[in-house]
């Protein structure tokens, strides 16, 4: 487990999965993020897939390949490549295993740098190969709601702002039983607040279709304390929660990608709002987490 910390905040990282499992507000002595044993994760990196993909399989070309929901890198064990004090930067390279399921020789940098407001997290995709590398991001933080334990789930709101056209629209979802998308759109909200409510996810994820968004806040009236995601180099985000219990915590997670539409195993170049990134070449994608 890795540490950093400045004078507001401390984070702990897992190398396995590069995964964020404790975000603190240190003055108030609360964990913004989820740890309840009910959802057994906190702030999964979701690469090379997001999602499911369909029959969990894709192609390249004649070739099937097995893809397991939101990809493999959660299973896979991070090396640090650079640490200060407030910093750290893991990375991730090709390897036996993850060449079974994507033959590519990528590498998968994670910078998280503790700021005065809260959080910047930085991901560097580099192709190493020789052709065209096809891949989605995710990152899928958990966070606690109620914030810092003042009042319930429904005494809280989300605020989208951004150069959108109202009204706001979600992907609909199919569950079969796993979530996938119809290829259709649903009313979300008329206006930018969404009141929370457990039956707002009673058919699962919604993921805003919206193109424009750039911020979404996480705030009650009742309390001091907050959460906003700049979504920054990311198109989508995705809410969740699980839909079969009433548990007190909300992912907001930036996408760069979308799940499957129901239906078969389509070739990887041809996914919706998925990444081509040439041979040779790196990308760069950044988004914040303020807190209050």
């Keep these: 487990m890795i540490t950093i910390e400045n004078e507001k905040f401390k984070a702990e990282i897992d190398l396995q999965g590069a995964q964020l499992t404790h975000l603190i507000n240190k003055e108030a002595d609360f964990d913004y993020l989820w740890n309840g044993s009910e959802w057994p994760k906190h702030a999964p990196i979701l690469f090379p897939a997001i999602g499911r993909s369909n029959n969990d399989e894709y192609k390249l070309g004649n070739q099937k390949y097995s893809m397991p929901q939101h990809g493999f890198v959660g299973d896979q064990e991070f090396k640090v490549v650079e640490q200060t004090e407030t910093e750290v930067t893991l990375g991730l390279t090709a390897n036996a295993v993850t060449k079974v399921l994507y033959p590519f020789n990528f590498e998968l940098q994670v910078k998280f740098a503790l700021q ?107 309390s001091k304390h907050a959460v906003t995601v700049k979504l920054g180099d990311f198109k989508r985000v995705c809410l969740w929660t699980k839909e079969d219990q009433t548990l007190p915590f909300l992912c907001i997670e930036p996408f760069n990608g979308l799940p499957d539409v129901l239906g078969e195993p389509v070739d990887w170049s041809e996914k919706e709002a998925g990444w081509n990134l040439a041979a040779g070449k790196s990308q760069v994608m950044n988004y914040k987490i303020e807190l209050a």
């Design 116 to 222: 005065n407001k809260g959080l910047a997290l930085s991901f560097l995709v580099i192709n190493h190969s020789t052709e065209t590398l096809p891949f989605s991001l995710g990152s899928h933080p958990a966070f606690n709601v109620p914030v810092a334990g003042t009042g319930e789930f429904n005494d809280y709101q989300l605020t989208i702002d951004g150069d959108f056209d109202l009204p706001l629209q979600a992907a609909e979802i199919i569950k079969t039983p796993a979530p996938y998308r119809t290829g259709k759109v649903e009313l979300l909200s008329a206006t930018k607040t969404i009141d929370l409510k457990h039956d707002l996810f009673k058919n699962g994820l919604r993921i805003i279709m919206n193109e424009g968004v750039k911020t979404i806040s996480l705030t009650s009236a009742i």
